[in-house]
């Protein structure tokens, strides 16, 4: 008796279930585009590029500010930046080379972090061309092979 009423039960399921209608496995609309590209992939380029009409940032001045403290602050802006490419990259250039730069090289690495993030990131991994006003920045340069990571040293977070 058992096995008939479970033959049965299966047998409606089965008529049951071919009578539904078949619709999608998700009732959200599709993404079109991807909301979060990657870097280095075209639409990412595309979409963080810095209109070239806006002038560039005034640096906020600062008169009367140390060496030290100019110094200790572009560390923390180094690592505070937004983004988790800017961060690790700026961190780990500011641990390597802030302690050996002059006052002039820190001016005008505080002039650089002025920049938008993405901006940065693409000068300095030479994804994209920089402005005129960084084209022959030493910093810049020193950046740039900073990012190249010639020796594949393995970089984390420096701590604050």
């Known amino acids: 008796?058992?096995?008939?009423?479970?033959?049965?039960?299966?047998?409606?399921?089965?008529?049951?279930?071919?009578?539904?209608?078949?619709?999608?496995?998700?009732?959200?609309?599709?993404?079109?585009?991807?909301?979060?590209?990657?870097?280095?992939?075209?639409?990412?380029?595309?979409?963080?590029?810095?209109?070239?009409?806006?002038?560039?940032?005034?640096?906020?001045?600062?008169?009367?500010?140390?060496?030290?403290?100019?110094?200790a602050r572009l560390v923390y802006q180094s690592r505070k930046r937004g983004t988790l490419e800017s961060d690790l990259l700026l961190s780990t250039f500011a641990r390597d080379h802030l302690g050996s730069m002059n006052e002039i090289e820190l001016k005008e690495y505080d002039k650089l972090l002025d920049e938008p993030d993405w901006d940065i990131y693409y000068w300095a991994t030479e994804s994209r061309t920089p402005p005129e006003r960084w084209g022959k920045s030493p910093v810049l340069e020193k950046l740039k092979i900073h990012a190249k990571n010639e020796g594949k040293v393995v970089r984390k977070m420096p701590p604050l």
Do not use: Y
């Not at 009423?5 to 279930?17: D, I, K, Q």
């Open 1 to 71: 008796m058992f096995a008939v009423l479970s033959a049965r039960r299966r047998a409606l399921e089965v008529t049951r279930c071919s009578r539904l209608p078949l619709r999608p496995f998700s009732t959200t609309p599709r993404w079109r585009a991807d909301p979060w590209p990657l870097p280095h992939t075209p639409q990412h380029l595309s979409n963080t590029q810095t209109p070239s009409d806006i002038p560039p940032p005034v640096p906020i001045p600062r008169p009367g500010e140390s060496k030290e403290t100019m110094r």
